[in-house]
């Protein structure tokens, strides 16, 4: 699968118009949401070893990317609400969503939610209370803030206003706390870089504990873009997951 084939569209949502990237095919669907500050380009080396017979949409989030930057807050709640919207427009209840890290965060709140997706992936997913309450008690928010705005100003065309009212939410609001986890009833895949240093692979378990029937692939050697680092083995991961041979 090529990515420079794919198809620029905009679904127009309550909140703004979201810009996503269509592979469309026969087989099943699948949405991809990005990390933090990033973009569908994020995906651009991963669909490579896809096979072209899925129906893929890379998605930018609100704030990022081609989608609009509006005026407002940029809790997770608000991108689920787009996303939400998204999927209603595109008819796409029947997909499953690939999100990595803050994406992996969006998603999971997805399938707290009563609304309807054929399974989750949640790669290196941002988001559990559990490491927030960690940087408050050991007095590194600020530092973690800081952090977070120096990568998120790395991509070409982020918003500085953006980037800091998303990150200053972030660790105020929507956390995924182990009793939100619970509530997720749909089939779940969990992805994590055996050396992520982003979001520790300890969180992992903790993820796995709470959510019921979910299972836990460890990438070895790869850090928190497992997808980029390790590109084949999570595609082999993903097919698996969704019922895809590639014989």
């Excluded at 905009?10 to 996503?20: I, M, V």
């Excluded at 890379?58 to 609400?81: A, E, K, N, R």
């Excluded at 209603?88 to 309807?116: C, E, K, M």
Aim: with cysteine; net charge negative.
């Amino acid at each position: 699968m090529d990515y420079d084939t794919f198809q620029d569209e905009y679904s127009y949502t309550s909140l703004g118009a979201l810009h996503f990237k269509h592979h469309p095919a026969d087989g099943e669907k699948l949405v991809f949401i990005h990390g933090f500050g990033a973009s569908t380009l994020a995906w651009k080396k991963f669909m490579e070893f896809l096979p072209d017979n899925l129906d893929v949409y890379l998605v930018d989030l609100l704030g990022h990317g081609g989608s609009d930057s509006p005026d407002i807050d940029y809790t997770v709640s608000m991108q689920f609400q787009v996303l939400r919207e998204f999927f209603s427009l595109r008819n796409s209840g029947d997909s499953y969503i690939f999100g990595h890290s803050y994406g992996g965060w969006v998603a999971a709140y997805y399938a707290t939610q009563p609304y309807t997706c054929k399974g989750i992936i949640l790669e290196d997913p941002a988001g559990l209370k559990e490491m927030f309450d960690k940087l408050h008690a050991a007095g590194r928010v600020e530092q973690e803030k800081e952090r977070l705005f120096r990568e998120a100003m790395k991509e070409a065309g982020n918003d500085e206003k953006v980037m800091k009212n998303m990150i200053d939410l972030s660790f105020e609001e929507d956390h995924l706390t182990t009793e939100l986890l619970s509530k997720i009833n749909r089939k779940t895949l969990i992805i994590w870089g055996s050396n992520d240093t982003m979001v520790p692979v300890e969180y992992a378990k903790v993820l796995q504990g709470h959510i019921r029937g979910s299972s836990l692939s460890i990438v070895q050697n790869a850090g928190h873009i497992p997808h980029y680092e390790r590109p084949k083995e999570v595609a082999d991961l993903l097919l698996k997951f969704i019922g895809y041979s590639r014989s």
